[in-house]
């Protein structure tokens, strides 16, 4: 199976709040597990990713939570500002990144003053 | 360092009309990617170039698509004839070796 499924498919956070966004995956040879971040009219940009080997990653307000057994991870955006909003979108791969990737159906997320 | 690099960036064309895009890939990036994004759904993969050679074009619909890489560096996608349901973005992505994928802004088509 090739399938990614991303939830939610839309989401509302205040300013200063957490936003999450979850993922799970089915094909157990994924190794590699990015999320992109994409403003309207503007290609996907690589925000975080994590390998299995570890079960969570941070990078500044940006984390990644990874359940290896459960086949799921998440992404979770602390202190959430009005510039984050945009749409999140998971994706599964294999032997980090050069070979293509399959992606979630994204998530729009909306942060309000 | 430049980014991956796409053109046009909007085409509206009628049906049944040949319409072509180019993307230059970052310098150096050996692995390039040609993606479609429908509206409101994830990047799907079209077809993977490994230098020259097209190594996965599986998903690409060959009886109207077809994708040249020259020389290994830039890369054009053609469709000939568009169809009503090929109106989407058309994003290239270039990767080197085992790193990530970088991704241009894409093509925007509209089909008439």
């Known amino acids: 199976q090739q399938q990614v499924k991303q939830s939610p498919q839309s989401l509302i956070v205040q300013k200063g709040g957490i936003s999450i966004i979850n993922c799970a995956y089915e094909?157990?040879?994924?190794?590699?597990f990015p999320w992109y971040q994409q403003f309207p009219g503007k290609g996907p940009a690589l925000l975080i990713a994590?390998?299995?080997?570890?079960s969570e990653k941070k990078e500044g307000r940006f984390t990644i939570s990874f359940n290896k057994s459960a086949k799921q991870f998440s992404l979770h955006i602390m202190d959430s500002q009005p510039g984050d909003s945009a749409t999140y979108f998971c994706?599964?791969?294999?032997?980090?990144?050069?070979?293509?990737?399959?992606f979630g159906k994204g998530t729009r997320l909306s942060v309000i003053a | 360092e430049a980014g991956v690099v796409q053109s046009p960036r909007y085409k509206i064309i009628e049906k049944k009309q040949p319409v072509a895009f180019w993307c230059n890939p970052i310098?150096?990036?050996?692995?390039l990617y040609w993606y479609r994004q429908n509206l409101g759904q994830g990047p799907e993969l079209l077809i993977r170039?490994?230098?020259?050679?097209?190594?996965?074009d599986s998903q690409l619909p060959k009886d109207r698509f077809s994708a040249e890489r020259l020389k290994g560096v830039d890369s054009t996608l053609k469709i000939q004839p568009a169809e009503l349901g090929d109106s989407a973005v058309y994003l290239c992505?270039?990767?080197?070796?085992?790193?990530?994928?970088?991704f241009g802004d894409g093509t925007r088509l509209s089909i008439l």
């Open positions: 170039y490994e230098n020259e050679e097209a190594v996965d």
């Open positions: 310098s150096g990036h050996n692995t």
């Open positions: 994706a599964a791969g294999r032997n980090s990144g050069n070979t293509p990737l399959v």
């Open positions: 992505a270039s990767s080197l070796s085992d790193q990530p994928q970088h």
């Open positions: 094909n157990t040879a994924f190794d590699y």
């Open positions: 994590i390998r299995p080997d570890v």
